[in-house]
């Protein structure tokens, strides 16, 4: 196997390690693929463009964004952050206002309008 093709291999089951759990650190996944730390983040970071620990940032709030859209459970947006991962709903608040530039509440109420708009029609 060629070593480009190692490379895309080792890629794509850091992906599916990181996608399983957005939690797990990045040399947890090294460790799984039995590459160093230095390796596999020097990989992932010149295939994808991100380091590993951003990309887990961003599947985590790209599925907290999808469960809003969604609808959010019973217990709010404490628990909806704690189900995508996230240690604390401050923490999620702050990724979410950092990639969307709003806050979540905000974010929700232009969402209602969309949906108020779109029944209109």
């Keep these: 196997m060629s070593n480009a093709h190692q490379q895309i291999q080792n890629l794509a089951e850091t992906v599916r390690l990181i996608d399983a759990d957005p939690n797990q650190g990045v040399a ?3 460790a799984a693929l039995g590459l160093s730390y230095s390796s596999l983040y020097r990989l992932f970071r010149n295939l994808v463009g991100l380091s590993p620990k951003r ?5 985590r709030y790209y599925r907290l964004v999808g ?3 969604a609808d959010a459970p019973a217990g709010g ?3 909806l ?3 995508q991962g996230y240690f604390d709903q401050a923490h999620a608040s702050r990724d979410f206002r950092r990639y969307t530039g709003i806050g979540q ?3 929700r109420r232009h969402l ?3 949906a108020k708009l779109m029944n209109t029609l």
Excluded at 55 to 59: D, E, F, I, K
């Design 77 to 79: 947006l404490a628990q």
């Design 55 to 59: 990309y887990a940032g961003v599947m």
């Design 105 to 107: 509440a905000e974010f």
């Design 67 to 69: 469960a809003l859209l």
């Design 112 to 114: 209602n309008g969309i």
């Design 28 to 30: 947890t996944a090294a």
């Design 81 to 83: 952050a704690a189900i």
